[in-house]
């Protein structure tokens, strides 16, 4: 049995033969199409003293992509672009009120079960969009259902003072 030579890759070797095919250099490129973008990548390479005059000049693709936030639009253009998002559906909560209880007094919670809640009677109740209170306002019947009336909207800096109290 003769020893296999060392300089020669193994037939059967996938490796070996990529790695044998990759240091011969080039495949044809009319074949693939991998091989002739790699071919002309490196036939356009500029040498390093082009390069910050070719810089100089090139424009980011997100300029023609995307419009730049500096500018100012048009009543009618911003109207077109908040209608994109109109559709987006969103969940309504509307809480009326919170408790925090033991696992044990859980457990212990039956039909017929009263848990006392942090809020009050009469007090407005949180209306969250998202999980996010973005209002307050009373229960209202009308016919056989509920519904709230919205009595006033929470500003960003009372968001976060709701948040700080909880």
Known sequence: ???????????????????????????????DPWAAALAEQQGTVEPAAAAPAAAANARSAGDDVFRPLAQGGTGATQ????EMILDIPVHLTV????ARITIKQLLELA?????????LAGEPMD?????????????????????IRITEIITPSERVQKLNQR
């Open 1 to 31: 049995m003769t020893e296999p030579d060392p300089s020669q890759p193994d037939p059967n070797d996938d490796w070996a033969a990529a790695l044998a095919e990759q240091e011969q250099g080039p495949a044809a490129t009319d074949d």
């Open 79 to 82: 109207a077109r672009d908040l």
């Open 95 to 98: 809480e009326l009120g919170r």
């Open 111 to 119: 039909q017929g079960s009263v848990v006392e809640l942090e809020g």
């Open 127 to 147: 209306i969250l969009i998202n999980g996010y209170l973005i209002a307050q306002g009373e229960v209202v019947v009308i016919e056989d259902r509920y519904g």
